[in-house]
């Protein structure tokens, strides 16, 4: 005979298993690292509920980072060739590193940014990227502090120098270390209209590329190269190239979350773009450029193996012409960006944000807020944002 009700006793008996199965679920739940409901959502994009907070004014700011080891302080790359440092939003009299000197300046040349190894707060040493006095080279250097808030020139090593002899414009000049350790370099095309000299697709130059290396002294002389870069060893192309096939890539980041890259590749006369990718597809990958500008067809010809296009893109309307790339936002208090790649355009200075994904960019929205002459963003202790103007502001990224 069956029963709906149990008896008395059994009924004690089912209370008491539900109740020790809430209980354990409780304290698996805890155990977790995190749970569903402890995960921030992807933010709306309502631009809305965001502004922008001015921290200080300096000489032609191109990039903000911040270091290891040193979460107080902020580091405001200024283009004529100097590295400000910013404690407590406020700026420092004395600059961090001051190569003016050694540095061509104008346009599109200058000191263009520098990065911080995962090692900085033991090994003391940084790496920048800037245009030699004359114009022809690009180079990576490595320097070291003296202090928290000082740096000597004179301990400058040289990584690696990039031939740029014809044009003065797409020097490319982002720095950044990867998830894996290492550094990547993004260098522009060469400059002149329509990448005259096909240096993008070429394997036999660093120009038009994403380059990977180990900025420490290796069997390439002054640095080394990962094996496991895509054209290393008796493979036919330079050894430090990971990815090919970009025409400016002035700003590109890792997601401090996912450790996908995400690059915005200035265009030629009608599209802007957005790349989007993960390490397995990033190795050896070929971004189009001077076949394609954006998606579109530019030179023509047949599509390159390995062709990754962009999951974002926007036509030159508005008066918009050169996408500054941003940051997919990690700040928890920046709720309605938050999980969004930011970016914004050099023209018009509108900031936008979407939400990334591998195949196609979805829910691009505008920000109601402007950054007129946009150099660049930066990302900071805890995720925090930061958005630089070519008229001198720094600012900051917060929700309202």
Known sequence: MTSATPPAAGRRRHLQTAALAAAAACLLAASLPGTAAAKPKVGNGNGGKVELRKLGELDGPVYVDDAPGSSNLL??????????????????DRPFL?????????GEQGLLSVAFPPDYEQSGRFYVYYTVRGGAINRVAEFRRTSATTADPATERVVMDIDHTIFPNHNGGQLQFGPD??????TGDGGGGGD?????????????????????????GAYGVPPSNPFAGPTAGLDEIFATGLRNPWRFSFDSKTGHIVIGDVGQNEWEEVDYEQASTLKGANFGWNIFEGDHSFAGGPTPARYQPPIHEYAHKGGACAITGGYVVRDKKLKSLYGRYLYGDLCTGQLHSLVPQLDRARKDRPLNEFVLGLTSFGEGARGRIYATSGAGEVWRLKQK
Not at 98 to 106: K, L, M, P, Q, S
Not at 181 to 186: D, H, K, R, S, T
């Open 75 to 92: 580091f405001v790359v200024e283009q004529k060739g100097a590295i400000r440092v910013l404690r407590k939003n406020k700026v420092i």
């Open 98 to 106: 001051n190569i003016a000197d050694r540095v061509e300046f104008g």
């Open 181 to 186: 350790g290492f550094l990547y370099i993004g």
């Open 196 to 220: 005259p000299f096909d240096a993008a697709q070429d394997l036999n130059t660093r120009l038009g590329k994403l380059l990977r290396i180990d900025p420490t002294p290796g069997n390439a």
